[in-house]
């Protein structure tokens, strides 16, 4: 499917992209202006390259670089080279839909990978269905929603939220303290923590959020200590997660006295915050540099070559990664770039990832992970302390936990509910 930037109309109105659609004979509702014709094929890149969250961003940008290279060098995609086109959301909801749409509409991208925060993911999702396009996302994330236009490759809450929290009950601790940035995320993820505590036998003693980019954790800290809390869920983003553990450190408090389990802290951002500052505490996601098998070892060792040896892999950047080599085999399985094959290719699309292999469900949209808790080393590194029996077959709508049904309450199966 292709016609020239004049006739897709970069800037048409969705009424007007529809129409042109239908002259075109498309099914989907929105015109492509991707290009087919020729040896190459593009594919957009956005990611926070400044602001607050590029301390985490930056790295998943370089992974989604080294996997488009990596597929090039094996022949591309259907036989033709992949072409990426950068884009900065700067840490902006609003920035990461104007870019994405310019990658869409402008740019004629195939598909598009990134994002990070819940926030910028909501923010582009109404472009990527008007325009019928495909976003990669990689983070793992609150749940509760799913589109057709959209892939999600990191975890869903009962893919890491979930096995936290059985984590934590496991080891006798029943009074939580929620601290987490004031977004999306945070707040829905700790309505999961919160609905999972009334059903498990915990308590939730505490519940403090802070906007992005903060560095004042003061009082914060204070609540924590007085609060009676055995354990912290931190769903902090970005440089936040520094100023917190730091402060955390300086009140005395320690790893075996009040552990933290992290959901947004991986090995980019243990470097950040430094080792002394977060040693012993925990870490919930679906990848570390540290697991042993072949496929991460070559992961590794190849990123390591391509950006030096001082530079950790981690979940995001490496959800990331594994996003563009799905997409390939999506394409190959469709044998072609059309959006509307691509999904109805999608279901039961595998890779031998480095996190273990995944699986594309179809119907969601989402992806079978394996969940690991780790816990932070003084090397900067996170060693596994416990792994799921094998990959955890996604549900972001938590249907299958009795105790998630005032959650399921209203949240429907459709976008953004």
């Known amino acids: 499917m292709a016609c020239s930037l004049s006739a897709c109309g970069w800037g048409r109105t969705v009424a007007e992209k529809q129409a042109l659609a239908a002259q075109q004979g498309g099914g989907s509702g929105a015109a492509s202006c991707v290009d087919t014709s020729g040896d190459t094929i593009k594919v957009g890149f956005v990611n926070s390259l400044s602001g607050t969250m590029a301390i985490s961003e930056q790295t998943v940008n370089k992974s989604l670089h080294m996997a488009v290279d990596e597929i090039n060098q094996a022949g591309g995609v259907l036989g033709k080279k992949i072409e990426p086109i950068d884009q900065d959301g700067k840490s902006e909801p609003a920035v990461f839909a104007e ?111 802070t906007p992005m980019g903060s560095t004042d954790f003061t009082t914060i800290i204070n609540k924590l200590k007085f ?76 990123f390591k070559a391509r950006y030096g040896q001082d530079r950790p892999t981690s979940d995001p950047m490496e959800s990331a990664y594994v996003s563009v080599h799905l997409w390939k085999n999506m394409v190959e399985k469709a044998g072609s770039f059309d959006v509307d094959k691509v999904k109805a290719a999608a279901d039961g699309v595998t890779y031998d990832a480095p996190e273990g292999r995944v699986k594309v469900d179809g119907k969601n949209h989402h992806i079978s992970k ?48």
């Not at 057709?148 to 990191?154: A, R």
């Not at 059903?199 to 505490?206: A, H, P």
């Not at 055995?230 to 552990?259: C, H, I, M, W």
């Not at 080792?275 to 496929?295: E, I, R």
Request: hydrophobic share 35%; proline share 5%; net charge neutral.
């Open 99 to 209: 870019k994405a749409r310019s990658l869409i509409e402008k740019d004629c991208v195939a598909a598009v990978f990134g994002g990070w925060t819940s926030s910028s993911r909501k923010a582009m999702l109404p472009v990527f269905e008007a325009d019928n396009a495909l976003l990669f996302y990689p983070l793992q994330y609150e749940g509760m929603e799913s589109s057709s236009n959209i892939f999600y490759t990191g975890a869903a809450p009962n893919q890491q939220i979930v096995p936290a929290l059985d984590y934590l009950k496991e080891q006798g601790k029943r009074k939580l303290f929620l601290v987490g940035s004031d977004y999306v995320f945070p707040q829905t993820a700790n309505r999961v923590v919160k609905a999972y505590a009334e059903g498990n036998g915990m308590q939730v003693v505490g519940e403090e959020y």
């Open 227 to 302: 609060s009676g809390a055995d354990a912290v869920v931190n769903t902090l983003n970005g440089d936040s997660n520094v100023a917190f553990f730091k402060e955390y450190r300086s009140s005395g408090l320690t790893a075996s006295q009040v552990p933290v389990i992290s959901m947004s802290i991986a090995e980019e951002e243990v470097k950040a915050i430094g080792a002394d500052n977060v040693k012993g505490q925990l870490t919930a996601w679906n990848y570390y540099q540290t697991l042993d098998n072949p496929q991460n070892k070559r992961f590794v060792k190849a």
């Open 370 to 417: 394996t969940s690991y808790i780790g816990r932070i080393g003084a090397d900067s590194l996170i060693h596994t302390v416990w792994k799921s029996k094998g990959p955890i077959v996604p549900d972001p709508y938590l249907t299958t936990y009795r105790w998630a049904a005032p959650l399921q309450a209203g949240s429907g199966s459709e976008t953004g509910k």
